[in-house]
């Protein structure tokens, strides 16, 4: 049968593809070291591509945000107008791993007629896209598309949600605690959701780390399976309905029905951003200051300066289990004086009081128990020239914010540690601002434990000096084996991954520690997995702004050496170097405060030897304070020595780290 051809269709069809090329928009930013590029395609959809020095690391993907009445930001986008800004300044920090931060970017701004705009930043370290409201009455978001394909199938360190539960809409309640399955994108577990920062291996040993920041009034993004092969999609947790004084822990809050869309808005609002941090080495992730530089910088017209970071004495981990003494330790007056005269003469700048000093069961902080006497133990805590601070579970505590703040640091208690809130949705974000908006009012710091990681609300509210949304040591009471979960060589991933967004309130300390034969879980005389230096190492490793010292202090006064050196580490610093890294394997990082620079190493299970390159110091003369595994660590993993040691004139160091080893030394100029 002779084929016909329809000449005037054809035609037509290759002119309807040539009109919707030519209407499709490119547009490209670069970073300003040229380095990163993101190309935007505005056309039917709004598709973004991140390249590295032509190496694709992120694939046409898509975004967009759907609203309650249908409309959707980003299909049939209507573009009006682009404009293009360069910043390069500097941001001072009152608490944080550096002085300041340099902020250099290039911006690219598109605006829709649809009543939103579309924000790109390119940084030497990482695109950051956000969407912007410009309406001008309040709205509902429905969903927001997030889509992050990669060019292949590459390995990922996926942190899970940690319980799986029958649906993934049960997940979004979860503690953001796990350890990383290490995996390829298709071999994604269907059944759990991720939480953020994750971090995808890529072309040429570059990795790509992907998060959020800014995260004030809209719920927090977890990651699934994407629709196109080698894709990952954001998800996120729609808004509660229903929720109840959980039955399950007394502590938070339970979520009993959702309604169908993520977040209620007002008009004029700018969405989280959406971050792709891009390294080259490993080790530049453990400096990355992105997330911090994405959030909204702190109200002006409010005073930080009575803000007082340090260490604190805590009770929980050891169980208050101190000995030596003549009267029953637990949750009373008499425990918490020993810890109070203990903080007093070591310079320790605070003493919690934990989970216990509320009538238990009640989610009442205005009922306290009879053992305990706070207006007497703050008083006798302030001639100690000690704080304190109050844990609360997070239910308990948005009961009447306003009046628990008002009245308890009119008493003299210097901040909260708020726990339980175990989820992300737009109310506890919501919860969050509220809690730090006004503790900050009342002069009062805030530790968020039990929440998701953190996304620049540190830089919005100093106060919020803490946040936990990490697998720290208080995993290890319940533990049994390091085949159950290797916590050192967790300790040798979070820097590159979980502490890209913040700081993290991970808690070590452990006196008690042990090689990976010798491990076990004990609940009321907890140990660490990994050596002595381990330990020590991690008070300059892991940034922590309000650092616990989580063993009693009956052990550490048995350990003069090892107190001496953790009662007086820093906790927030004018400058960091890290000096070598490989995700999983070890790390080092330089910390400087005031004239004095702190170098921390930490390591896996295998042992190696390491090169510092100290050449950071500059010209002059150096001696150094060394605490290092002892020759016999591998097997008694409690094995250190200390040492005072003259730096080389080549500023060339080399060390020996054992098997879940550390190594610390704090160095001085000599004069």
């Not at 309604?259 to 700018?270: D, R």
């Not at 803000?307 to 929980?316: E, L, N």
């Not at 305990?372 to 009961?399: H, M, P, Q, R």
């Not at 002059?620 to 304070?625: D, P, R, S, V």
Request: net charge neutral; glycine share 6%; with cysteine.
């Amino acid at each position: 049968m002779k084929k016909t051809f329809n000449t005037g269709l054809i035609l037509l069809v290759l002119c309807l593809s040539c009109t919707n090329l030519l209407a499709q928009k490119q547009v490209k930013l670069v970073s300003p070291n040229g380095k990163l590029s993101v190309q935007i395609a505005v056309g039917n959809a709004i598709e973004y591509t991140v390249a590295h020095e032509g190496d694709v690391m992120i694939a046409p993907s898509a975004v967009s945000v759907t609203l309650g009445d249908g409309k959707v930001f980003g299909k049939n986008a209507k573009l009006k107008k682009e404009s293009t800004r360069t910043v390069n300044a500097k941001i001072v920090t009152p608490v944080y791993k550096k002085s300041a931060v340099t902020d250099n970017y290039n911006e690219q701004t598109l605006e829709f007629s649809d009543g939103f705009n579309l924000v790109f930043r390119a940084y030497d370290e990482g695109i950051a896209y956000r969407f912007v409201s410009v309406l001008n009455k309040p709205f509902i978001v429905q969903n927001e598309e997030v889509n992050f394909n990669f060019p292949a199938d590459h390995k990922a360190f996926i942190p899970y949600v940690r319980d799986i539960k029958p649906t993934l809409e049960e997940q979004f309640s979860n503690s953001f605690e796990n350890i990383y399955t290490y995996a390829a994108l298709s071999d994604w577990d269907a059944k759990r959701l991720a939480f953020t920062p994750i971090l995808i291996e890529s072309v040429k040993e570059k990795k790509v780390c992907i998060t959020d920041a800014d995260l004030l009034n809209y719920p927090g993004m977890f990651l699934y399976k994407g629709t196109q092969t080698n894709s990952l999609k954001g998800v996120f947790a729609t808004y509660p309905k229903e929720v109840e004084h959980s039955k399950r822990n007394q502590h938070h809050e339970a979520v009993v029905s959702r309604e169908s869309f993520i977040a209620q808005l007002n008009g004029k609002t700018n969405f989280p951003w959406r971050v792709i941090i891009v390294s080259e080495k490993d080790e530049e992730l453990a400096n990355n200051d992105m997330v911090y530089k994405l959030a909204t910088p702190a109200p002006q017209n409010v005073d930080f300066s009575w803000i007082k970071p340090g260490k604190v004495a805590w009770d929980w981990w050891n169980d208050w289990n101190i000995y030596g003494v003549d009267f029953k330790s637990g949750v009373n007056n008499q425990t918490y004086k020993y810890y109070i005269d203990f903080a007093s003469k070591n310079g320790i700048e605070y003493v919690i009081l934990d989970e216990g000093w509320s009538v238990r069961g009640k989610a009442d902080l205005w009922q306290v128990i009879p053992d305990i006497d706070l207006k007497e133990l703050t008083a006798y805590a302030a001639t100690k020239n000690v704080g304190l601070i109050l844990w609360a579970g997070s239910y308990a505590f948005n009961k009447d914010i306003e009046g628990f703040c008002k009245h308890y640091s009119a008493m003299g208690i210097k901040g909260f540690k708020v726990d339980f809130m175990d989820r992300d949705d737009q109310r506890i974000v919501e919860f969050l601002a509220k809690s730090a908006a006004i503790a900050a009012k009342y002069h009062l710091l805030i530790d968020f434990h039990g929440v998701y990681k953190p996304t620049g609300l540190q830089r919005t509210y100093p106060n919020v000096i803490n946040f936990e949304g990490v697998h720290g040591l208080e995993q290890m009471k319940w533990i049994s084996r390091v085949d159950q979960v290797d916590q050192v060589t967790y300790d040798v991933i979070l820097p590159f991954i979980r502490m890209v967004a913040g700081p993290v309130d991970y808690t070590q300390g452990a006196m008690r520690n042990a090689t990976r034969g010798n491990y076990r879980g004990v609940y009321n005389e907890a140990m660490s997995q990994g050596t002595r230096c381990h330990q020590l190492a991690e008070y300059v490793i892991f940034e922590s702004p309000l650092n616990m010292l989580c063993d009693n202090p009956s052990n550490y006064m048995a350990e003069p050496e090892c107190l001496a050196f953790i009662a007086t580490v820093p906790t927030v610093w004018d400058n960091t170097v890290v000096l070598n890294g490989k995700v999983g394997e070890y790390v080092s990082i330089a910390r400087q405060s005031g004239n004095d620079w702190y170098v921390g190493s930490l390591n896996n299970w295998d042992g190696r030897q390491l090169a510092l390159d100290l050449s950071f110091l500059g010209e002059g003369n150096f001696k150094a304070e060394v605490f290092k595994d002892g020759i016999n660590a591998n097997r008694a993993a409690r094995d250190y020595k200390k040492e005072i040691i003259t730096l080389p004139t080549s500023k060339k160091l080399t060390i020996d780290l054992a098997q879940g080893g550390g190594f610390v030394m704090k160095i001085t100029k000599v004069n």
